[in-house]
């Protein structure tokens, strides 16, 4: 039977809900695409079984407490991580710093779960819905340690860039829940995105380039290549990095 809109994916009440947020926060205009997606059986069972204490429904009902879901960790959110891999990668990397990872992909929340649980991992928190509505409603202002957004839908139509994630309203939004100092890192193998990218976090007056002669900034070390990437790096593409401070 197909779950109804707004119930629980699963019949014992556990794992994400396909529409945590209802019709309370609907936005007209959304950077993502409802997915019909097939969740893998190992996927499933991550979902049922891990979902209750490392996931997180985007209802926009309430603020979140991070320093009590992350022990006091400091926070970075990364929007959109797709299936997975490179946040795994990334928490095993830096214990020190927890990740609160959001997406609506439902196959994807599976995957990052089993990854997580496979490498003991604890400072990763999986969230399913729209990271808008995350940050607007439920995170509080100055509260994270930075903001990484990984090769985000390019939507290269001209009718759809207004779904395209990186806008100023987005920075000025993302700005006032990030710390004075932290960095919101993009990447982007869509040339014409990245220069989008540029021009308005340039333009934005709450970020300055990490790059001191402005212009995007070295691959760090840190980010793994992901999965979008690699198909990306395949056609040819050229990745860039940009790296803005919160001021
Ligand atoms: C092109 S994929 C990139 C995935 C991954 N970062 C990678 O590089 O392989 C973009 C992802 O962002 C997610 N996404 C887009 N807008 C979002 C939003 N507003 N809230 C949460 N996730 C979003 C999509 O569901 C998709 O999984």
């Not at 409802?34 to 490392?54: F, I, K, N, Y």
Request: proline share 9%; aromatic share 8%; charged share 25%.
């Amino acid at each position: 039977m197909p779950a109804r809109r707004g119930s629980r994916m699963f019949p014992d009440g556990t794992g994400p809900s396909p529409d945590p947020a209802g019709s309370h926060f609907e936005r007209r205009i959304r950077s993502f695409q409802p997915r019909r997606s097939r969740v893998t059986t190992g996927q499933g069972e991550a979902l049922r079984r891990l979902w209750p204490m490392w996931g997180l429904d985007i209802d926009g009902q309430r603020v979140l407490d991070l320093d009590e879901m992350f022990g006091g960790l400091p926070v970075v959110l990364e929007i959109g991580f797709g299936m997975g891999e490179a946040t795994a990668r990334m928490a095993a990397a830096d214990p020190g710093t927890g990740i609160l990872a959001v997406d609506v992909h439902t196959p994807g929340q599976g995957n990052l779960l089993a990854l997580a649980e496979r490498a003991g991992l604890t400072n990763v928190r999986v969230a399913n819905g729209d990271a808008i509505i995350l940050l607007r409603e439920m995170v509080k202002p100055d509260a994270l340690d930075g903001v990484r957004v990984y090769f985000p839908d390019p939507w290269p139509k001209k009718r759809h860039h207004k779904r395209r994630l990186i806008q100023p309203e987005f920075l000025t939004l993302a700005a006032s829940r990030m710390k004075p100092g932290a960095v919101l890192h993009c990447a982007t193998d869509w040339e014409p995105y990245a220069e989008q990218m540029l021009d308005v976090l340039t333009a934005h007056p709450d970020f300055e380039n990490t790059v001191p002669e402005g212009g995007y900034a070295p691959r760090p070390a840190f980010r793994p290549l992901t999965r979008f990437e690699s198909q990306g790096i395949d056609k040819g593409h050229v990745v860039h990095d940009l790296l803005f401070r919160r001021v």
